[in-house]
C-alpha cells in the first residue's frame, strides 16, 4: 500500500467510510498512479483496485504498483456488476462517491443497481491530500516552471508590432514543447489592448499595436503536472498610467507573497493586496487572486477574502493580483511559489519589472 493510499484509508476511517470510489481522473492517478483515462477506483482498508478497459489493462499493471488492476466485466462504463462484486468481496457496507465529481446519470445508474450499500457523497478527501505536494511532485513542478520561464523568454523576439494573438500564443507553445514540456498546461491566453481588461480573455487574429498592454498566461504540462504564470508587456513606450498601475500590481504581488507562510488563513494576501490597490482602483481587482496547483490546474488552497482554507507547508500555489479597467486595459502578474514554514519561494522567475517591448 503506497503512502498516498494509506493517507486516504486513515481519513476514511476517521469518517467512518468503509470503501471510497474515485472516478476523477486527476483523483484516481493520484491515488493509484496510472496516467490513462478511461478508468475508476476504489480503495478498501485492505484493498485498492483500478478499474479500466482493453486498451488501458497492460499500462495500468505497469504503472499501478501496489493496486490491483482489473477489466470492467461488461463493455459500458462505469460497470455496476464489477464494483458490485469488488464490494461483496471486502464485505464493504457503506461507499464513500465523489458527489461533485459524478453525474446525476451515473449516480443513479449505481444506486438502482448497487442497493445493498449505503451511498455516502463526500468531497476533498483526496484534494486536500493532494494540496500538499511530495518531493516528486514538487520536483515535477519546478521543472513545469522552468520550462515555462525558459518557453517565455525563447519568443521575446517574435512579440512585435503587427503580429497577431494567436501567432504569439502558438509559439510559446512549440517553445515550451522543445524545452520538454507534454503540452501547454492549459489554453493559452495571450491579449493585448483593451481586450487585457478580460482576466480569461482568448486570443484571436488581432494584431497587437504600439502602445498595447499584452498580457500571456500559460503554463507548461511536465509529468500530468501544470505550471501557471502570467506577464504583462507593453508594446512601444508605456504612457504614464500603465506605469501606474503596471507597478501597483507588482507591489501588490510582493506584498502578497511576503504574507506567505505555512498555517496562515488564505485570505491573508488577498487582504495585502487589498491595502495597496487602496480606494482608487479596488474597484478594478478581480478578488480571486491565487490558488494550488498540481495535477490540476485550480487546487486547494483558494487565495480570496472569503477563503477558510489553510495554506500548508509544501503547498505549490499560485499568486496572481490584478487590475482589468474596462475599455482601458489590464494588468496581472503570476508566479507559482513553493510555501516553506516561513516563507513562500517562488519558482518562476521572469522578470516582473514592466517590460518595453
Known sequence: MNNRIKKCVEVMKHKNIEALLLNSEENVRYITGFTGDSSWALITYENTY?????????????????????????????????????????????????????????????IENISKVSWIGINNIVEDLRSVKDLYERECLLEACRIADKGLEKILPLIKIGATEKDIANELVYSMKKEGAEKEGFDTICISGKKTSMPHGQPDNKKIQKGDF????????????????????????????????????????????????????????????????????????????????????????????????????????????????????????????????????????????????
Open 50 to 110: 483500478l478499474f479500466t478497459d482493453g486498451r488501458f489493462i497492460e499500462q495500468a499493471k505497469n504503472e499501478c504498483e501496489g493496486v490491483q488492476s482489473f477489466l470492467w466485466q461488461n463493455p459500458g462504463r462505469p460497470d455496476p456488476k464489477t464494483i458490485e462484486y469488488y464490494l461483496k468481496l471486502n464485505n464493504i457496507n457503506n461507499v464513500g462517491f465523489e458527489a461533485e465529481k459524478m453525474s446525476y446519470g451515473i449516480y443513479s445508474k449505481l
Open 214 to 357: 499584452l498580457t500571456i498566461d500559460f503554463g507548461a504540462l511536465y509529468k500530468g503536472y501544470t505550471s501557471d504564470m502570467t506577464r504583462t508587456f507593453v508594446i512601444g513606450k508605456a504612457s504614464e498610467e500603465q506605469i501606474e498601475v503596471y507597478n501597483l500590481v507588482k507591489e501588490a504581488q510582493k506584498r502578497a507573497v511576503e504574507s506567505i507562510k505555512s498555517g496562515i488563513k488564505a485570505n491573508i494576501p488577498d487582504i495585502e493586496v487589498r491595502k495597496v490597490f487602496g480606494d482608487k482602483y479596488i474597484k478594478y481587482y478581480y478578488p480571486g487572486m491565487g490558488h494550488g496547483v498540481g495535477l490540476f490546474l485550480h487546487e486547494k488552497p483558494f487565495i480570496s477574502i472569503n477563503s477558510e482554507d489553510i495554506i500548508k507547508e509544501d503547498t505549490i500555489m499560485t499568486v496572481e493580483p490584478g487590475l482589468y479597467i474596462p475599455n482601458w486595459g489590464g494588468v496581472r502578474i503570476e508566479d507559482c511559489v513553493h510555501v516553506t514554514k516561513d516563507s513562500a519561494k517562488l519558482l518562476t522567475h521572469f522578470d516582473r519589472n514592466l517590460i518595453e517591448l
